[in-house]
């Protein structure tokens, strides 16, 4: 009764669909981004965005070296606690305005000083800036900083109009001005996000679309029937399990990037007193236990259908700074079951706390089907995010689902994890040592050195396994087979620069 | 009647304050700290020391409360912490958005509920009667979100006629904005058109066993006559309550359907609101929806004088 007087609207809006406009690059979002500003901007999904709006001192390639961006050239001083840059001339921001030295100054500075800004950590032994002349730059700090450069190279770097800025105070995120290839229309939340290409942008040959639009979808399935009937060019996190059937079918064109994140098991070991209740978070050999009675290439498979890296440390396995002195350990319940003796514990039980995500419940279901095996007892919680971040942080926890969305410098996955009262610590863990060597290996900017000192970290830690690392998810992108130019960069964001649409 | 009106709208202004009350509290109850889920992934304290100053935390829940009263009686529903919009102006983008496909869904569900509803009752037992039933079943067992999903699967993505989502303001282009409503619409519109049909069903069945409809079949009025003018009347007063609570809904946010169409309505709103713990958008919202909810079913209060003349006396 109801399906033909459908196919007649259907049919009357036959001629309704809209014509793909050639120069328009289109692209499906798993989120809507928050506020674009990228002194307060807080989420993975809005550095998506900022890649085609604003440009940053540095960037990274694909094998996450520091390469120029805004900044042409840049050197240490001796110390190591200056920095000085060359800036590229003949930038200019989206509303006209010059981008020089005093841009840097005045960027920088509000990075540090605007109420409720994300980047203070990350530029936190920022001292002062100088500017040397209109296109040198000179960053003092208070302490050698080797990540410095890789958070140039994010957020922290991105630089906007400090005349805009100045202007619109507080609301600067509503409607942004930046320098970079695209400038902003407009916002409507949780519908688009639209930009046209900037004509004074420094590198405007590589840009070849007269125009980018970001629509979030939410729903894995729902965003890929949009790129596949032409509604998008490009998707973000296409769902694991569509990608073996999207490759045998050849019709779209697939990337798969190994995250610089990573998906792990936060163990209580002295975030509270709970962690003294049970045996994981008492005994390291219980916990030593706990990890061998996992089988990561499996949990890959079956969690994550074998788009994941597995891995057991906060880096990737291929990333130059991984301790390989500290391999990756195979699963061996014999084992597992004799430390388990030793230890004096029978058949330990503790909750496992997972958010409500489908990956994170589904990864905690095949943990505890592992671990029976050595004799654990696994209870699992499903809390939703809110609710579960706050028990992570007050130690309400035993042992919690916890993945992080990573960051170029290793220090950015290990400092704030496992340096003492660090606001990501949740595991409790917290050594003498182990501080000094994060401290250390901050200041060193050989990274020859720094890896030596993040194996020294890496085998501290991983014997206490505050953390269990599991693997590192593939970024799964889908597009268009026209699309010409997609670079595969580890951190997972879309550049748009040099992207070209074939006819 | 107009004392009767008087009264109505008296008892409106109780109700929204302690509807305002419970929105407020309500919100306080969701466990987990907003100023912690605000401030993303580096958790930095001084971010989340901010937020909790800005959102006023630490104040007593009374006080909050007056904060947010005092805001929302000058027409300030406060700022959406996560994108800086004001929530009066997200609310003013969604609204058109979610008055459109509650209408047209609500015309779908009318276009087919009543009439399938009608031919049931009148061919009681007959073949019609039971498509007519068979079809209520489907629609009310269907779920919303499988049915969008199967839709965009068939029209979008193998026939390719519609647009699989893109809202499309009608100002801007009319037709593509129906082409994206349509499915949305539709879905939408299916279920209700289910209730509908089962509720007219069984009134008009009521009404069709009574005893003036039998005088007025003994008169010799023609069938059409007895059904449409001097049943159907009668029979449609549950069904107009029925209507202004299902738009209540629809205006409410059609929460699943928004987000497997991507309609940038209430319901995709509200939804990411609360996930974000965006406080002033969620409150602002559920204000708008409650005030929309009473005030539709006072206009369908009024409806019952205009369907059933008794009542005006």
């Not at chain 1, 994010?154 to 400090?162: E, F, H, I, L, Y």
């Not at chain 1, 798969?256 to 045996?279: A, D, F, H, V, W």
């Not at chain 1, 990956?359 to 609710?387: C, H, N, P, S």
């Amino acid at each position: 009764m109801k399906k033909p007087s459908l196919a007649v609207l259907a049919a009357l809006l036959l001629a309704a669909a809209p014509l793909a406009q050639a120069q328009t690059l289109k692209i499906g979002l798993a989120e809507d981004p928050d506020v674009l500003d990228p002194s307060l901007a807080r989420t993975f999904v809005g550095r998506i965005v900022f890649a085609a709006l604003c440009d940053k001192l540095l960037d990274v390639d694909e094998k996450l070296t520091i390469v120029p961006q805004l900044a042409q050239s840049w050197e240490w001083s001796a110390d190591s606690k200056a920095l000085t840059m060359k800036l590229r001339p003949g930038v200019t921001f989206h509303d006209g305005e010059k981008f020089d030295a005093a841009a840097v100054k005045f960027n920088l500075e509000r990075h540090k000083t605007l109420q409720g800004s994300n980047r203070r950590g990350e530029l936190a032994p920022l001292a002062t800036v100088d500017v040397v002349d209109p296109l040198t730059v000179r960053l003092n700090l208070s302490a050698p900083f080797s990540p410095l450069l890789a958070a140039l190279a994010d957020r922290a770097g991105m630089m906007v109009s400090p005349k805009a800025a100045q202007a619109a105070g507080a609301t600067f995120g509503s409607k942004p001005v930046c320098s970079g290839p695209f400038k902003f229309v407009e916002r409507v939340a949780q519908d688009r996000i639209v930009f046209e290409r900037y004509d004074g942008y420094w590198n405007k040959a590589a840009i070849h679309f007269d125009k980018v639009t970001y629509t979030p979808i939410p729903d894995a399935t729902v965003r890929l029937a949009n790129l596949k009937s032409g509604q998008f060019d490009f998707i973000e996190r296409v769902a694991s399990s569509d990608i073996e059937k999207l490759q045998a079918e050849k019709k779209l064109k697939v990337a798969r990037i190994t995250e610089i994140g990573y998906q792990g098991l936060t163990i209580n070991i002295g975030k509270s007193e709970l962690s003294q209740q049970n045996p994981l978070g008492r005994d390291a050999r219980v916990r030593e236990a706990f990890e061998l009675s996992l089988d990561r290439q499996g949990l890959a498979q079956v969690v994550m259908d074998n788009q994941a890296t597995v891995g057991n440390q906060w880096v990737a396995p291929n990333n130059p700074f991984y301790a390989k002195n500290m391999p990756v350990p195979k699963r061996d319940v014999a084992k597992a079951r004799a430390l388990l003796r030793e230890a004096g514990v029978s058949n330990p039980s503790f909750t496992l706390v997972t958010t409500t995500s489908s990956d994170a419940q589904r990864l905690a279901l095949v943990v505890q089907a592992m671990a029976r095996d050595a004799g654990f007892d696994v209870k699992i919680q499903a809390t939703e995010f809110a609710t579960s971040l706050n028990m992570a942080d007050k130690g309400e926890f035993e042992a919690y689902v916890l993945a992080w969305s990573g960051r170029a410098d290793p220090d950015g996955n290990v400092f704030s994890f496992h340096g003492c009262k660090q606001p990501l610590n949740y595991s409790g863990y917290c050594s003498a040592d182990t501080d000094a060597l994060l401290t250390q290996a901050r200041t060193q900017r050989d990274p020859a050195e720094r890896r030596k000192t993040y194996e020294q970290v890496a085998a501290q830690v991983l014997k206490e396994r505050p953390v269990i690392y599991l693997y590192h998810r593939n970024w799964l992108w889908a597009y268009s087979p026209k699309l010409a130019g997609v670079r595969e960069i580890p951190d997972g964001l879309l550049r748009v620069s040099g992207l070209k649409m074939a006819p | 009647m107009f004392e009767y009106l008087l009264k109505r709208i008296a008892t409106i202004v109780p109700t929204l304050i302690f509807v305002s009350m419970l929105i407020f509290g309500l919100q306080q109850l969701l466990p987990g700290d907003p100023a912690k889920v605000l401030a993303g992934e580096e958790q930095d304290p001084t971010v989340i020391a901010y937020l909790r100053a800005k959102l006023h935390l630490d104040e007593p829940l009374p006080v909050r409360y007056a904060y947010w009263v005092g805001g929302v009686l000058k027409g300030d529903l406060g700022e959406s912490i996560r994108n800086q919009q004001p929530v009066r102006d997200l609310i003013l983008q969604k609204l058109p958005v979610t008055i459109q496909l509650a209408t047209m869904a609500m015309c779908i569900a009318l276009l087919i509920g009543i009439p399938a509803g009608i031919v049931a009752a009148v061919g009681r037992g007959t073949v019609w009667d039971t498509l007519a039933n068979m079809f209520a079943l489907w629609g009310l067992s269907t779920p919303n979100f499988w049915l969008g999903i199967l839709m965009i699967l068939l029209f979008s993505v193998h026939l390719g006629w519609l647009p699989a989502s893109g809202y499309v303001s009608p100002f801007e282009d009319l037709r593509a904005n129906l082409a994206a409503m349509i499915m949305p619409a539709f879905v939408l519109g299916n279920a209700i058109a289910a209730v509908l049909m089962r509720h007219t069903r069984s009134a008009m069945l009521q009404v069709l066993s009574a005893d003036y409809v039998r005088t007025a079949r003994a008169k010799g009025l023609r069938e059409r006559s007895v059904v449409l003018k001097h049943s159907l009347r009668n029979a449609l007063t549950p069904v107009i309550t029925l209507g202004a609570l299902e738009l209540g809904t629809l205006l409410s946010g059609a929460v699943l359907t928004e987000q497997v169409f991507t309609i940038p309505g209430f319901g995709k709103l509200i939804v990411d609101s609360v996930f974000n713990r965006d406080y002033s958008v969620v409150q602002g919202v559920v204000l708008v929806t409650a005030t929309a909810y009473i005030t539709l079913n006072l206009l369908a209060d009024l409806a019952y004088f205009l369907a059933n003349p008794r009542l005006r006396r």
